[in-house]
């Protein structure tokens, strides 16, 4: 079983930026897919990024252009550096993991999860 642990979360004005990290234990990364989802209050978690243990990358609408997951299998990091913010990126982020055996490279579910990290972009 793998823990994950975000962080680099806080409060940034729009049009900055921030990078989240997500440090995972108890397994070594490169088994598995990650993904980052995001929360905001009031509204349903949604998926914002994922990257396969091969290196492939999805995201969503939304964030295309701005956002950029990464992962580095020998310090058991993924990263998701966030550019250009907008007050409606404020959220919780969730990094997530699925065993690469049992999911498809983009999963549809994620069996692993983090505590989350709260974004703020003031306007």
């Known amino acids: 079983q793998v823990q994950l642990v975000e962080s680099g979360g806080g409060l940034v004005q729009a049009g900055g930026s921030l990078r989240l990290s997500c440090a995972a234990s108890g397994r070594t990364l490169s088994s598995y897919n990650m993904g980052w989802y995001r929360q905001a209050p009031g509204k349903e978690r949604e998926f914002v990024a994922a990257?396969?243990?091969?290196?492939?990358?999805y995201y969503a609408d939304p964030v295309k252009g701005r956002f950029t997951i990464s992962r580095d299998n020998v310090k058991n990091l993924v990263y998701l550096q966030m550019n250009s913010l907008k007050p409606e990126d404020t959220a919780v982020y969730y990094c997530?993991?699925?065993?690469?055996?049992?999911?498809?490279?983009?999963?549809?579910?994620?069996?692993?999860w983090g505590q989350g990290t709260q974004v703020t972009v003031s306007s």
């Open positions: 990257i396969s243990w091969s290196g492939g990358t």
């Open positions: 997530a993991a699925a065993n690469r055996a049992t999911s498809t490279p983009k999963p549809l579910t994620y069996p692993y």
